[in-house]
C-alpha cells in the first residue's frame, strides 16, 4: 500500500502562483511515475502532469508553459509549481502515483481556486 498526502492548495488571484507537493509513504520501492491529475466541477479528471522516476516528464497542453512538475525521489515527494494562473485552472487537484506493477494510488484531493 502507498499512501499520499497533498499540500498547498488555496485560494488565488488570476496570474498568481501555487506550488502543490505529495508526499508518498509506505511501498513506496514499487512506484515508477507519479503525477497530478484535476477535476473541476461537473467535468472529468483530467491529467496535468506526470513525471517518470528517471525525470521525463509529460503535460497537458493547456498548462505548457506554466505549471512544472518535479520530483524529489529521496523525500518520495512530487511538487507542482503553478504559475500564471487562470480561473480555468480552478479544481481538485489529485496527486497520483503509479506502481509497477499493480494499479495506481491516489491523494484525497486540495481544492485550487483561481479568482478573476
Known amino acids: 500500500q502507498v499512501q499520499l498526502v497533498e499540500s498547498g492548495g488555496g485560494l488565488v488571484q488570476t496570474g498568481g502562483s501555487l506550488r502543490l507537493s505529495c508526499a508518498a509513504s509506505g511501498s513506496i520501492f514499487s512506484i515508477n511515475a507519479m503525477g497530478w491529475y484535476r477535476q473541476a466541477p461537473g467535468k472529468q479528471r483530467e491529467l496535468v502532469a506526470i513525471?517518470?522516476?528517471?525525470?521525463?516528464?509529460n503535460y497537458a497542453d493547456s498548462v505548457k508553459g506554466r505549471f512544472t512538475i518535479s520530483r524529489d525521489n529521496a523525500k518520495n515527494t512530487v511538487y507542482l509549481q503553478m504559475n500564471s494562473l487562470k480561473p480555468e485552472d480552478t479544481a481538485v487537484y489529485y496527486c497520483?502515483?503509479?506502481?509497477?506493477?499493480?494499479?495506481?494510488?491516489w491523494g484525497q484531493g486540495t481544492q485550487v481556486t483561481v479568482s478573476s
Open positions: 513525471i517518470a522516476r528517471g525525470g521525463s516528464t
Open positions: 497520483t502515483a503509479n506502481p509497477v506493477p499493480g494499479t495506481p494510488y
